[in-house]
């Protein structure tokens, strides 16, 4: 079995950063459209304790949203769920 050391070939099949020469980084990205995330996290957040299932079953009903005894946090108004994994950036040119 081998150790943790690698041996000169080994050393030399390593992949080098694109970060490591400051100019590639810059080719690479060249012409990739601008990403821009807008802040999401909450402007106020609020912990909400019940003495009973029905009670906590009353809330959801109030707030229109399903919540179980898993349920770790939720957004008022509902929030909708973006369904980003068909989105695809194509070079058009």
């Known amino acids: ?6 041996t000169k070939t080994e050393k030399n099949k390593v992949q080098k950063s ?5 100019e590639t980084w810059k080719e690479e ?3 990739m459209p601008e990403f821009i995330r ?3 996290d909450a402007l ?5 304790n019940f003495n009973t299932v029905e009670d906590r079953m009353a809330f959801a009903k109030l707030v229109d949203q399903q919540i179980t005894s898993n ?4 957004w008022y108004p509902k929030q ?3 369904d ?7 070079d058009e040119s």
Do not use: P
């Not at 079995?1 to 690698?6: L, S």
């Open 18 to 22: 694109i970060f490591e020469d400051t």
């Open 1 to 6: 079995m081998r150790g943790a050391r690698q």
């Open 38 to 40: 807008s802040d999401l």
């Open 71 to 74: 349920t770790k946090s939720i």
């Open 80 to 82: 909708k769920i973006a």
């Open 84 to 90: 980003n994994i068909n989105k695809r950036y194509i």
């Open 29 to 31: 990205w060249k012409d």
């Open 44 to 48: 106020e957040c609020v912990i909400v």
